[in-house]
């Protein structure tokens, strides 16, 4: 089976057809529900790979995607392909990510949760300042409400801690704009145990957003905390990012094992991602329709036990 035969027969669900072309891969149909879904914060079901929109920009995730309508298109076909869970954030643009996602999906398709964050400013491309200040956050808040065409954010992110404000007058700021209903949960990016249980002191905390891949698990700690407290555990840079360490460059020590299940090392590493915990939301992103779809596909694959083991070592390694 080619890959493209592969990723055809995913999105059309044909577990049976996979199941005689991918050695020891599993089709996902297998699966429980519960295992593709999250209860996020407790009342929100969220289908477990997402969708992150912070490519659908400029260089630099700086201004306006080159072509705003092909990036609208990878939008709406990702809601088409199950997705129902989006990152973004006011920073990435900044502000036309968010306004993007309001172009091209408003008025929101039921059960749609656009998951956004405040608290990183950018004076340029590629250049990130964090401003906790409560003030400033308050802002955010109802800016990122007014961009988004939303009355509530489901999920509202502190995108980083500033060392220059006590986090806890940062969550403070996010708390009364909790209280106000504008946001329903808050979550945290990029912190530590310590941190989330220092913000759990000010507001309920129901997901973190930190750096994490099958090469990269620097927060295990981060995540074991969230599968033991029942908080969703959002990976960015689900599949390495664009920078070096991209599991989709060539020469990947995984290349090998995808080439054994005719899939991408990509498909691999997110479908080891989803095996890995019950509380992790993959994010992937990408301004590319056929990566898109490919990327969904990953859904329908399920490792064994001695492969998820043994992919998981190689990774280790490399």
């Known amino acids: 089976m080619t890959r493209r035969t592969f990723l055809e027969a995913s999105l059309a669900g044909a577990a049976g057809v996979l199941t005689d072309g991918l ?15 999250f209860l996020l914060g407790g009342d929100l079901l969220v289908n477990r790979l997402g969708f992150g929109a912070m490519r659908l920009t400029g260089e630099g995730i700086w201004g306006w995607p080159p072509d705003r309508e092909n990036a609208k298109k990878v939008l709406r076909r990702a809601v088409e392909l199950g997705v129902n869970f989006i990152d973004t954030a006011d920073a990435y643009g900044p502000e036309t990510n968010e306004l993007l996602i309001a172009e091209a999906l408003y008025p929101y398709p039921k059960g749609l949760v656009i998951a956004t964050k405040g ?74 145990v310590a941190e989330i249980e220092q913000a759990k002191k000010v507001v309920p905390i129901v997901s973190i957003q930190n750096r994490y891949n099958i090469t990269d698990r620097d927060s295990e700690g981060a995540l074991n905390y969230c599968e033991k407290e029942k908080m969703g555990f959002i990976p960015w840079a689900p599949i390495g990012g664009s920078g070096s360490g991209s599991l989709s460059k060539p020469s990947n020590t995984l290349d090998a094992e995808a080439k054994r299940y005719n899939v991408s090392v990509v498909q691999l590493a997110l479908a080891w991602l989803l095996q890995k915990s019950p509380v992790m939301l993959p994010i992937p992103g990408t301004s590319s329709l056929a990566h898109l779809e490919e990327n969904m596909a990953a859904a329908k694959l399920q490792l064994t036990a001695d492969d998820w083991k043994r992919i998981e070592d190689l990774a280790r390694t490399s």
């Open 23 to 37: 050695p020891k891969l599993l089709a996902a149909a297998s699966t429980s529900k519960s295992k593709e879904t």
């Open 119 to 192: 608290g990183n400013t950018r004076p340029g491309p590629g250049q990130w300042v964090p401003d906790g200040r409560p003030e400033y956050l308050a802002q955010c808040v109802d800016k990122s409400l007014k961009r988004l065409k939303l009355e509530r954010i489901d999920l509202y992110q502190l995108h980083r801690i500033d060392r220059k404000v006590p986090v806890e007058e940062s969550l403070g700021a996010l708390k009364k704009a909790q209280d106000a209903g504008k946001i329903r949960h808050v979550g945290l990016s990029e912190v530590t």
